[in-house]
């Protein structure tokens, strides 16, 4: 079973606009981490945002901010006033466990945001 | 910023060549990964890497590949003979492990081509 879950292969948004981009896992263990990055067309992985599972308040990070739901156990991403520069592969990913030994991550299969003008 | 840095950007081999490939971890960091992403397709982990030995391995990490930690900066991954289903983008990322806050962070990439 798919431990990460993104169902938009592809979103568009106008420029300035707001867009959500979703996220859903699966997991047993009662804490983990999720986590959000940005991979533009030239390859590079850049870390947006966290959610701790036990954290109670949503996480935000200047214009990204992170919809936890977590009875739903859904994770999405938002992305308010959205810029040109936002064009990219959006990946949400998951550590199981508190970290350590079990510090890996498990990637979705990405969403491909396109901003338009 | 510290970073992690990754060289070569773009390895270009023989089917059954053995290839290195190499990356620096941020500096005080204590935890070192691994990760392929295959064109078009998401990003896998390979291996985690912590005080001179592996932590955890997927399938994919097979006997054909290692890693190694030769002196205090490099981390190393090799591929002892190389199939054409191993192209792909190839990540280091590192972090400090210490907090489930800590985000790992990834260097730019080595994009593996075999032939």
């Known amino acids: 079973a798919q431990k990460i879950t993104q169902t938009q292969p592809g979103m568009f948004v106008q420029e300035k606009e707001a867009v959500t981009l979703d996220c859903t896992y699966d997991?047993?263990?009662?804490?983990?981490?999720l986590f959000w990055y940005k991979q533009p067309s030239s390859g590079e992985m850049i870390f947006l945002i966290y959610?701790?599972?036990?954290?109670?308040q949503n996480a935000t990070e200047g214009r990204y901010s992170l919809n936890f739901q977590k009875a739903r156990k859904s994770a999405n991403l938002v992305i308010s006033a959205s810029q040109l520069g936002d064009s990219a592969m959006y990946f949400c990913?998951?550590?199981?466990?508190?970290?350590?030994?079990?510090?890996?991550?498990?990637f979705g299969t990405g969403t491909l945001l396109a901003v338009q003008p | 910023e510290p970073e992690v840095t990754q060289t070569p950007s773009h390895q270009v081999t023989q089917m059954g060549q053995e290839v290195i490939l190499r990356c620096v971890p941020i500096s005080n960091h204590l935890y070192f990964y691994w990760y392929r992403q295959i064109l078009g397709q998401k990003v896998e982990f390979l291996v985690s890497f912590y005080n001179n030995e592996i932590s955890e391995k997927s399938e994919i990490f097979d006997d054909q590949f290692s890693v190694e930690r030769p002196d205090g900066s490099n981390f190393t991954l090799k591929i002892r003979s190389t199939k054409l289903e191993d192209s792909a983008m190839y990540f280091c990322?590192?972090?400090?492990?210490?907090?489930?806050?800590?985000?790992?962070?990834f260097g730019p990439g080595t994009r593996l081509t075999v032939t």
């Open positions: 990322a590192s972090n400090l492990g210490t907090s489930g806050s800590d985000e790992q962070y």
């Open positions: 990913a998951m550590r199981e466990g508190r970290g350590g030994a079990t510090n890996k991550l498990i």
């Open positions: 959610q701790g599972s036990y954290d109670e």
């Open positions: 997991t047993s263990d009662q804490s983990y981490g």
